[in-house]
């Protein structure tokens, strides 16, 4: 079995027969092999993003060349660093502006329950939506402007 983690990122792993796995497959009941592994490399950063699209380009090639990848950054597709870290902005501007939603607008009220939840959830998507047609000019270094998206 070898395990492949880089620094921030949710660990896999390839057993001895070249099947891969993720981790909590390995500890679920029945032990059955999942054939999606899901792999966050959002709070490891570009860098990390990049390496392991690198990894999985070099595994592809030289063991499994059925390999099939989906990137939600595209970065697999596309290469582009700049696109990857404009992705990653918006990603960050994403959280940064959820979490504090949640804190400011959905927390000072917890026993509403979840029926708040849901309705400040939605009214943060709506508002996501309007800012990003009204905000989207590009900054310095090729980064998207927005308050969300």
């Known amino acids: 079995m070898t395990t492949l983690y880089y620094k921030g990122c949710q660990p896999f792993l390839f057993d001895g027969e070249s099947r891969l796995h993720a981790l909590g497959g390995l500890l679920a009941p029945g032990g059955e092999s999942i054939l999606t592994v899901s792999v966050k490399t959002h709070y490891a950063g570009t860098e990390a993003h990049r390496a ?27 290469g582009d660093e700049i696109e990857l870290k404009n992705y990653f902005a918006r990603l960050d501007r994403l959280t940064k502006d959820f979490s504090e939603h949640l804190e ?8 509403a329950g979840t029926d708040n939840l849901i309705d400040c959830t939605t009214l943060a998507a709506e508002m996501a939506h309007r800012l990003k047609a009204h905000d989207s000019h590009p900054l310095p270094g090729g980064v998207l402007g927005g308050s969300w998206f």
Not at 104 to 111: G, M, T
Request: aromatic letters at 6%; charged letters at 30%.
């Open 52 to 78: 392991l699209c690198d990894l999985l380009r070099h595994i592809r090639d030289t063991h499994l060349p059925d390999l099939a990848v989906t990137d939600e950054s595209d970065f697999w597709e596309h």
């Open 104 to 111: 400011n607008d959905v927390a000072p009220a917890p026993a």
